[in-house]
């Protein structure tokens, strides 16, 4: 009897274990795919500083300088994972980047916004599908504009997350980019009018799906039928994208963070405060939230939705 105990007790964690629980799961997969280009372009762990330096040469032909820096942070974490000394801050490779930046100079591309006339024209669009997929896109872009959410944050909420109110919903992100520890995040999403009402699109979107546990976005196959799995971040881009193309924009210009990015735009062109907007992003700065802030030549619209 002691015996069974003891056999059904779980494995004791190890300090490598909490170490791998400190970095988001989708950040540890980053660093593994960018460690794998770098063994397929003939890269070792431990790395040579020559090979980094070839490195750097070959990706600076082809590649963004927000990418190649990325890649040196993911070769450096692996370094420091496997307790070795990590080449990439070495003068000669520190001197490489600074004339890379130089040259292909830093510039960021940003995905174009989604103001509230390119939403309501998306959910024409969206409507105009197959019935659970009209559904549940609706449900998606509704909640992932008025709620500003992240692709990935969008991908992995749950029906349990979800409080329902008179006045709007509230949902509670578990773990989000800026809440690693999983302390949490509730957002509030208020009523609207009508079709574009987020809490009415998600009833709707529960209602035909049957989805009351779970994972509350899944994919959707070409006989409309639901799958178990959830959405990834990279399907929510692909369906943002996919929608946007039908309203006769061009899909490269825009993203799953163009939900997020025309959320904020719109408050802002309407004078909402920094500090209000900043309670639905949980951005931590101003400055950081203006990042976001796509006004270019748009007219000022008077309200959100």
């Known amino acids: 009897m002691n015996e069974a105990k003891v056999l059904a007790a779980p494995p004791a964690l190890t300090e ?18 960018d460690l794998r280009y770098f063994m397929e372009a003939g890269g070792t762990i431990p790395a040579t500083v020559d090979q980094v330096a070839a490195y750097l040469t070959k990706m600076a032909a082809h ?7 990325r890649r040196l942070v993911s070769l450096h974490v692996a370094h420091l994972d496997a307790a070795l000394p990590s080449p990439t801050h070495h003068p000669r490779i520190r001197k490489m980047l600074q004339g890379i930046r130089r040259t292909k100079g830093v510039a960021v591309k940003q995905a174009t916004a989604i103001v509230k006339d390119d939403l309501l024209e998306m959910l024409v669009v969206a409507g105009k599908a197959r019935p659970m997929q009209a559904a549940r896109n609706a449900a998606l872009l509704l909640l992932g504009w008025v709620g500003a959410f992240r692709r990935s944050e969008l991908a992995t909420l749950r029906c349990e997350d979800i409080t329902w109110l008179d006045s709007g919903i509230e949902i509670t992100l578990r773990h989000s980019k800026v809440d690693q520890g999983g302390a949490g995040f509730v957002k509030f999403l208020p009523n609207a009018h009508g079709s574009r009402c987020p809490r009415l699109a998600l009833q709707h979107w529960q209602k035909v799906s ?24 990279q399907a929510v ?7 946007i193309e039908q309203t006769g924009r061009d899909p490269e210009l825009y993203s799953g963070h163009s939900l997020r990015a025309g959320f904020v735009t719109e408050g802002v062109m309407s004078g909402v405060s920094e500090h209000l907007l900043m309670m639905t992003t949980a951005h931590r700065s101003a400055q950081t939230l203006q990042k976001y802030v796509r006004v270019g030549k748009r007219r000022r619209i008077p309200s959100l939705l």
Request: aromatic share 8%.
């Open 237 to 243: 881009s692909i369906i943002v994208k996919r929608i």
């Open 210 to 233: 049957g989805i009351t546990e779970g994972y509350l976005f899944r994919p959707i196959n070409r006989h409309d039928q639901i799958a178990d799995q959830p959405l990834t971040p």
């Open 16 to 33: 490598a274990d909490y170490l791998a629980a400190a970095k988001a799961g989708s950040t540890r997969n980053e660093y593994r795919k």
């Open 63 to 69: 590649l963004a300088v927000t990418t190649i820096e």
